[in-house]
RNA sequence: GGCCCCGUCGUCUAGCGGUUAGGAUCCAUGGUUUUCAUCCAUGUUACAGGAGUUCGAUUCUCCUCGGGGUCACCA
């Protein structure tokens, strides 16, 4: 069975890269009909914090995305960590070191002067004599010094490292007894049964010190993809920096899950041609084989297409609710249906829809001068009356076409294009001249509101002249 | 600097020895629309460079250049 997981450390929210490894992981796992579970590696007491935790969980449930099993958290999984240092020590694979940092910290510098790589020298590999006085040991465990380590790698290939380039007896449990990052990861994967780990590159180079760990320990050792990294526009690595690299400020920005999913899942993968994938696609076509090589920039512009898109696809009444986390309340209008069906071929993001739907359901309390003086010109103003005229005298009104029916009776009579009463109509209803089809704002507006609206343009504009 | 990874339109990508180098997005133009948007059509734009291997290289090898990642008692 595939295992995979998602380990963010949780010191802060969740962010768009990480979203796209714990996407890449869930999938596989639930094309195989694996599992997907979430670990919490919060032993850094220092940056963690618990609402960092919460704000991620809280991005799952967002987007959908369900770990299977309880969480896991590193930091109560002391226990499990000592017991395996102690393994290591008592079976001579790992020891007590009893350098000092400013010891080491000298070493380092001598070796950076001499253009040596910065590599601990070995010192206390074997040591058996009485160790210095008010020293308290850091554990460092037994790494080969030669030959060579092969991450076989399902994005990278084989990927050779050099021991001696590398690797040397790295510290896997600091002076204060707790356990450090590669040391409990391996422990961690290996336990909880995880065989398939998706993760950043970024974590390519530490791989070898893990597998380092995994052998001490005698583990298997899980399949690895090292899916590149998002880079800014500068090219470097997206980090917290970067702005819009929260999820959750997608939400806020009016994207839909879906589209935030589909976007990040052909960031760096892609199945063909194809470009619009639902969760069940996905599910069914995600292959780790199939991620590449290259580092990709973050750009969203092909974001908000497909955030158009699924607004496009999404019934009125999902949209209707989403619409209240914008302020818009439309459950009770008995037109939100035309309305809807108008307004989100027209916008990119929710917040988007939001304005639009206030743009037709609230009076303009101004009108665009540049339209004004370009729709009021000539007998503008009589053709509204006229229109007016029409619409008072009309009944049975209730859908755009028969507030269509109206203009054109209009636009015969008077003997005008249709444009002749469109731009100061369109003024009148919406203060500009831009906008959705005036039979449907007129039908969502209805009788009493559209003449409202028209009277209040006729006097405004009389007056001006 | 050492080690490792990467290099196809501006961006996301297809390609896996022989293609007019494909799609998407963006941009531009045209059509549709009373307008704007949608939608449809059309168009501009790419194999980093150099050596090999081969009848033939975007594709394989090497070098150069460029970019990135990583080198902790952080994760």
């Not at 010891?103 to 210095?132: C, H, I, S, V």
């Not at 955030?307 to 302020?327: R, V």
Request: charged share 30%; hydrophobic share 40%; proline share 4%.
């Amino acid at each position: 069975m595939v295992v995979t997981r998602f380990a963010p450390s949780p010191t802060g929210y969740l962010h768009i890269g990480g979203l796209r490894t714990a996407l890449f992981s869930y999938l596989w796992a639930r094309k195989n009909n694996g599992k997907f579970v979430l670990r919490i590696e919060d032993t850094d007491k220092k940056r963690n914090s618990e609402e960092a935790t919460e704000a991620i969980l809280k991005a799952f449930e967002w987007l959908g995305l369900e770990a299977d099993g309880e969480i896991t958290y590193q930091s109560k999984r002391d226990a499990i960590y000592a017991k395996y240092i102690k393994q290591l020590l008592d079976e001579g694979k790992a020891y007590r070191c009893y350098m000092s940092k400013e010891e080491l910290d000298a070493l380092r510098e001598e070796q950076m002067a001499n253009k040596q790589r910065a590599k601990y020298d070995g010192r206390y590999r074997n040591f058996d004599g009485t160790p210095p006085e008010g020293v308290e040991p850091v554990i460092r465990i037994k790494a080969p010094l030669s030959g060579e380590i092969v991450v076989h790698d399902g994005v990278k290939g084989d990927v050779v490292f050099q021991a001696e380039d590398i690797l040397d007896d790295f510290v896997i449990a600091r002076a204060d007894g707790s356990p450090t990052y590669n040391f409990v990861v391996a422990i961690d994967d290996a336990l909880m049964g995880i065989n398939e780990v998706i993760r950043g590159d970024d974590h390519l180079s530490n791989t070898p010190k893990q597998i380092v760990v995994y052998e001490a320990l005698g583990f298997d050792i899980p399949k690895f993809y090292h899916v590149p990294m998002i880079h800014n526009q500068q090219g470097k690595k997206l980090s917290k920096r970067d702005g819009a690299t929260d999820v959750m400020a997608y939400k806020e920005m009016g994207y839909l899950p879906e589209a935030l999913l589909n976007f990040l899942v052909r960031l760096g993968w892609s199945h063909g041609d194809q470009e619009i994938f639902s969760m069940d696609e996905m599910k069914a076509l995600f292959d780790p084989k199939d991620i590449n090589k290259s580092a990709s920039i973050y750009n969203t512009e092909k974001l908000d297409w497909l955030n158009a898109h699924y607004i496009k696809n999404t019934p009125n009444e999902k949209l209707a609710e989403l619409l209240e986390d914008f302020g818009v309340v439309l459950s009770s209008h008995d037109k939100k249906e035309i309305l809807l069906d108008a307004l989100k071929e027209r916008a990119k993001t929710l917040k988007e829809l939001a304005d639009l739907v206030n743009e037709v359901i609230t009076a303009p309390t101004e009108y665009d001068p540049k339209a004004s003086k370009k729709a009021f010109k000539g007998n503008a103003i009589a053709i509204l009356e006229v229109f007016a005229n029409r619409l008072e005298e009309a009944t049975e009104l209730h859908l755009p076409s028969d507030y269509h029916h109206i203009m054109e009776k209009v636009v015969e009579e008077m003997e005008i294009g249709f444009g002749k009463i469109g731009q100061p109509l369109r003024v009148a209803l919406l203060g500009k001249l831009s906008g959705p089809g005036l039979d449907i704002v007129m039908a969502v507006l209805g009788k009493d509101e559209t003449l409202s609206r028209i009277a209040k343009a006729v006097l405004t504009h009389a007056v001006d002249d």
